[in-house]
């Protein structure tokens, strides 16, 4: 199960970054709204999918929070990933479109970070399947 439901949260918040960096650089304002608006779904849609995964990817590990080798380098990346998703989740919900240009910036380097360590935390929980 947890194979399965990793991969929803990791496609939804690529597609969010992708969304949220079209609607910060489009210039037509209708169209820039419309982007942010998808980047915001889908990434509540990733933010809502992502505890599924760690539950069971906790099932999996037997409740162990760091462990060793592949696993813990999967942790080290899966933990801020996951906290970074929910924090940036919570974020958009209680600013909605009252950023500025500036905490948006701010808010894409965030966004893109989560997504690099979720994909770098999918990397290692791959190796520990393929890799040995």
Known sequence: MHGGAT???????SVSVVFDYAGFWWR???RR???TALGLYTLLIAAAASPVAVFSGMMLSKGVLLGSGALALHH???????GLLIGLAVWRLVVRE???RRARGYYLAVASLALVTTMAAGFWGGEMLIGK
């Open 7 to 13: 991969h929803f949260p990791i496609a939804a918040l």
């Open 33 to 35: 709204r419309e982007f």
């Open 98 to 100: 009252r950023a500025s």
């Open 28 to 30: 037509d304002e209708a």
């Open 76 to 82: 080290y990346f899966i933990w801020p990933a996951f």
